[in-house]
Nanobody
Framework: QVQLVESGGGLVQAGGSLRLSCAAS????????MGWFRQAPGKEREFVAS????????YSTDSMKGRFTISGDNAKNAVYLQMNSLKPEDTAVYYC????????????WGQGTQVTVSS
């Protein structure tokens, strides 16, 4: 089992920045990648960004490139999401997720952290 705990959410004005953190515990040694997703009210959960531990490659949604940056610290079992130039449409619950080695699915999820961007 892996436990994921997000932090860093909050209320920010448009144009502001937030840095989300996700701390993993438990059987973290077999993690292949970690990522961030978000879900706005009335919308489906959508992919934001991910990082592959082996090699450090990162991926993010085109619409968020240049504003959102994912980074990670494998030694600390932590992943971060730096969000700049926030817009009201970025308002959502942001979730951290973990995928196991050899698996194509995101197996573990955090409980989420609320990000609210006011106009």
């Amino acid at each position: 089992q892996v436990q994921l705990v997000e932090s860093g959410g909050g209320l920010v004005q448009a144009g502001g920045s937030l840095r989300l953190s996700c701390a993993a515990s438990g059987r973290t040694f077999s993690s292949s990648r970690m990522g961030w997703f978000r879900q706005a009210p009335g919308k489906e959960r959508e992919f934001v960004a991910s990082i592959i531990w082996s090699g450090g490659s990162t991926y993010s949604t085109d619409s968020m490139k240049g504003r959102f940056t994912i980074s990670g610290d494998n030694a600390k079992n932590a992943v971060y999401l730096q969000m700049n130039s926030l817009k009201p449409e970025d308002t959502a619950v942001y979730y951290c997720a973990d995928a196991r080695m050899g698996s194509a699915v995101w197996s573990y999820w955090g409980q989420g952290t609320q990000v609210t961007v006011s106009s």
